[in-house]
Structure formats: structure tokens, C-alpha cells
């Protein structure tokens, strides 16, 4: 299968498997982030709510595209990692798998709501920190700009999670007038229907944008996997013609041949010959070629990393006013790059399969330790239908937005702001329980350096054992 070796399609194998524990673990990591509050408030029945929130976080991940799964895959840009020993791949895909489901694991033990997100966003970090420290690397084998992004992205938004949630408590004490949902849940009677069903809609909405953001993420590590152990044959969209990119190649080399080097900076003119450079390289595997038979396998990849190369220079050139082009060439130059990314930007269905299930079985199981920290541990006293409500409806609003964005966002650190947010719009900064907010706040900080450590860790001593 793939030509590999069959020892290397076992070990390739074992990564596409160790992917799938990763978000079986995600599932019941993150889940009681949206069963959580039909659980305490008695909306559901624990079997119930677990079941309805695999459910929606089955069809997130169906239905919820892949603009957060390719921010995972260009996080780390395989392209530059990948070299002719298909070892590489497996070292660094089964480093970072491992560094990340550890640190799930272990702090799912203890009953902590720390984020998936960052235990693999800090374990790709790891990986590609580790690589440039390998003798005749060359330059950093991280893209620090996707990773500034992503990690503004994961620090503001339960910032946001927080003080909404303030003001959403604020209006609903304002202008609601029933003030039994400001009260603490019966033990053991369901609350009234109408804020039963309030609650089934926020855990509803939770469930399928965990799945829709979380599970792209899953999405993104199996293609990472994929591109770099077989990237003959996941480097390009099988689906698409490679030559039919040709028009939006010419379109880029006419907008490029309007740019004089004599007129431009230093810097525009060195992008500029790096565009060229790539453009030759695409011109060269297509010349001569009517059909995509007569494409040599190997060429795939260099389509691949030429795309990839145009897209990162042209968002470089097209952002310089220095560099003398007009609006209409620029829109041309942008439209064309972007029509040719659809030949990268991709994930097969089996694959957005493979996650939605391992993340939709995982939340049915391992639920119970982080709903009872969700629902009694962070405050001092029970959730009521207002706190549950409003923190899931924010919640499910701010992983929705980070998504349509193309952004990661943590579930866990969103939600748990949100019911934070809650606690001190009832009493105040006393409400919250001082040691558990600073064991989950402990667990947060020290996810990334720990899980970058580790994954950095994990590389090396795998590429000291494999085959060099």
C-alpha cells in the first residue's frame, strides 16, 4: 500500500492510530464542557446528554470544513521538514501525538479541564524547535507568524468567554423576570421546559462547534501525517488535475512581469525573485505535459511546496505599498494564488470520518472527573440554569466565530472562563474557589511549555533510534 515497505506501513499505521487515540482522548477530555450543565441542572440524564453530545460532535466534524485543520497543517511547515528519509515523518508526527496525549491524559487523571488545543499546538512547536536544533537544519522549522495568530486567538478568547459571560448574567438578571433560574438545580426534578430546553440548545451548540473546531484539529494531524510519511500521494488533491492550475499560473507571471527588481526595495526585490523562482519551477513541470499521466509521482510535492512558497510570498507583496501594483492586479495576483492553494488545502472524507468518529466514541466515555470540576469545583456553589445557560451560549458563540475564521480555539479554556465569568456575576470575585481556579490556571500555563519540552524531547530520541 502507498509502495511503502511493510515496515513502514506498520509504523505508519501506528501514527494514523495514535491520531485517533489523540481525539478518542479529546472526546472525553472536552466533552463535559458541553454536558456538563444539562447534567447538573438535571436537563438530561448523564446517559442522554453524553450520547446527544457525541452526536453533534460527530456531524461538527462532518460538516465543519477544514479552514482550522489547514492552520494546524501550516503551523509546522511539513514541507520543510520532510526530506527523502520517510523515518523523519514518523519521529516527528509520533512525537508530537504522544507529547499531547500524555499531557491529556495526565490532567484528565486529575480531574482538570486543560486544553487539547494547546497540548498539540505547544507539541508541534516542540517538534519544529527540536528539528532547527539538528546539525545542517538551516533556519527555523516553525511558522512563527501562524503561530503568533493562533496563539492570540487561544489567549483572547476566554478573555472574551469571561467578561460576556459577566454581562450576559448582567441582562438576564436585568430583564428576566422569573427568578427561578437563578437558583440552585433541584437534586433530583428537571427544571421547568422552557429552560430545559434552553439548556439542551446551548449543550447542543457546544457539542457541534467543539466538533466543527476540535475535530478539524484531528483533521489537520492525520494530514500532517499523511503529507509527510506519503507525500506522493497526499501532497496534492487526487480529485483535482494538476494542470489545470496553468491559467492561474500564467495569470500570477503576467501580474510579476509588470514588477522592474530596479524600482524595488531590497526586501520586495529578493520576494519577488523567490516568486520567479517558484513560477519556473511549476513552468518546468508542466512543460510539454497534455495529461496528468504524464506527471512524474515525485513532482507532486514540488507542486505542493511551489504553491505553498507563491502563497506565503504573495501575502508578503501584495501587503508592501511599496511594490507598484494596482488594486486590480493585486485582487488578480491574490485570486489566482488562492485558486491554485485548492490543490493543497484539502482533506478526504475518510479522514474527516476516521476523527468524527474517534472524537464522537471518546465523548461517550471518561466524562464524569472534568463535569464534576466544571460543575462544582470552580465556584462555590452548584451551577444554576443562568450560569449553565449563559456559559455554554457564549461559549458555543466564541468557538462558532474562531472557527469561521479559520482559527483554533480551546473548548475547555473557553468554557471555563465562561462559568468563571458566571460565578463572579452572582457574588463576586469571592464565589470562585481560590484553589482549583489556581490549579486549572497552573494546568494552563504550563501546557505548552511542558508538551513542547516533551514533544521536542520525544523527536530527537526517535530520530537518534530510526534508520538515518
Known sequence: MFGLEPHVLLLLIACLVAACAFEFVNGFHDTANAVATVIYTNSLR??????????????????????????????LPVESLVDQNVYHGIAM???????????????????????????????????????????????????????????????????????LTIVLMFLLRRFVRNKAIFKEPHKRKPPPIWIRLILIATCTLVSYFHGSNDGQKGVGLIMLILIGIVPVHFALNQKLNPLDMRDSLTRVEQVMQKLNPAELGEADRKLLAEVRTQTTTLDQIFAGKT??????????????????????????LTASEKVPLSSADRKVYEDSIAQMRTFTDYAPWQ???????SLGIGTMIGWQRIV???????????????QGASSELVAAAMIGASTGFGLPSSTTHVLSSAIAGSMVANRGIKNLN??????????????LPVT????????LLFRSIMPS
Open 93 to 163: 508526527v509520533g512525537a508530537l501525538i504522544v507529547a499531547a496525549i500524555i499531557w491529556n491524559v495526565g490532567t484528565w487523571y486529575y480531574g482538570l479541564p486543560s486544553s487539547s488545543s494547546h497540548a498539540l499546538i505547544g507539541s508541534i512547536l516542540g517538534v519544529g524547535i527540536a528539528f532547527s536544533l539538528l546539525p545542517g537544519s538551516g533556519a527555523s522549522a516553525v511558522n512563527w507568524g501562524k503561530a503568533g495568530e493562533t496563539g492570540a486567538a487561544l489567549l483572547i478568547s476566554p478573555l472574551f468567554g469571561f467578561s
Open 452 to 459: 513542547m519540552v516533551l514533544a521536542g524531547g520525544l523527536f
Open 351 to 357: 479522514v474527516s470520518l476516521m476523527v468524527a468518529l
Open 372 to 386: 464534576k470540576t466544571i460543575g462544582e469545583r470552580i465556584g462555590k456553589e452548584h451551577l444554576t440554569y443562568a
Open 434 to 447: 481560590p484553589q482549583m481556579v489556581r490549579n486549572i490556571a497552573l494546568a494552563w500555563v504550563l501546557t
Open 46 to 75: 448523564p446517559w442522554v446528554a453524553v450520547v446527544w453530545s457525541a452526536f453533534w460532535n460527530f456531524v461538527g466534524v462532518i460538516a465543519g470544513g477544514i479552514s482550522v485543520a489547514m492552520s494546524i497543517v501550516y503551523l
Open 291 to 316: 495529461d496528468v499521466k504524464q506527471l512524474p509521482e515525485q513532482s507532486r510535492f514540488e507542486i505542493r511546496k511551489a504553491i505553498l512558497l507563491l502563497y506565503t510570498r504573495a501575502k508578503k
